[in-house]
């Protein structure tokens, strides 16, 4: 069975600051990763895909890593703003395509 | 483009009532799925589907339904509620999940309170 593990389950910082968001999953036979912002009371959006033959994604302040072989992800944020205060997950289809494993997610606090 | 419309956003429904989660994308999606999410638990698969009239069981399916008649619609129902599906559920939809990589859309969320 998949599991996916995000660490830590939050995280504080100044703004300003560059950070690293890890995502570590058990089975590295995956075909992609994504990555995904949650605001409070709301639902999740994409910020990054990865496939499988990729090592990294970039989009604007976000660089998203895949390392399959060692079964990890880091999502690196540059100059982290308080707009980016959210819950961040990470994702990986199971089992074939049809299913997604989603981890726990990292609560980001950016201090102004 | 509305995306993924879930609703209604809130309800409270008392044990052993019955409701109906409604779901619709306007992206002409094969995928569609709905989680439950939990604090500490994340986001769990409760069923899915890959096209019209095909549907699957998750990882939690136990008391709720699904049926896939129309491309755009996936209604999630509780059968007889229980204070344990006391949650917020999400609508997803995509292309194709997993090996084609696109991506997941959800919708904003339904917030369900058992009492």
């Known amino acids: 069975k998949q599991e996916v593990t995000q660490i830590p389950a939050a995280l504080s910082v100044p703004e300003g600051e560059n950070l690293v968001l890890n995502c570590s999953f058990t089975d590295s036979a995956i075909y992609n990763l994504q990555w995904f912002r949650q605001d409070p009371g709301k639902g999740l959006t994409s910020l990054l895909l990865?496939?499988?033959?990729?090592r990294e994604q970039t989009s604007g302040r976000l660089n998203a890593s895949l390392d399959k072989s060692s079964g990890r992800s880091t999502l690196y944020i540059a100059a982290s703003q308080p707009g980016d205060s959210a819950t961040y997950l990470c994702a990986v289809p199971v089992g074939g395509y049809q299913k997604v494993t989603f981890g726990t997610g990292t609560k980001l606090q950016v201090i102004p | 483009n509305a995306g993924v419309t879930q609703t209604p956003k809130f309800q409270v429904l008392k044990t052993g009532q019955s409701m109906t989660l409604q779901c619709a994308q306007d992206m002409n999606h094969e995928y569609m799925s709905w989680y439950r999410q939990d604090p500490g638990m994340g986001l769990r698969l409760i069923h899915y589907?890959?096209?019209?009239?095909?549907?699957d069981q998750g990882e939690v399916p136990n008391g709720y339904n699904v049926s896939r008649s129309t491309t755009e619609d996936f209604p999630l129902r509780l059968l007889s509620a229980a204070p344990s599906q006391t949650s917020v559920y999400f609508c997803?939809?995509?292309?194709?999940?997993?090996?084609?990589?696109?991506?997941?859309?959800f919708g904003e969320g339904s917030w369900l309170t058992v009492v």
């Open positions: 997803a939809s995509s292309y194709s999940p997993g090996v084609s990589g696109n991506t997941i859309y």
């Open positions: 589907s890959v096209g019209a009239g095909i549907t």
């Open positions: 990865i496939q499988s033959s990729q």
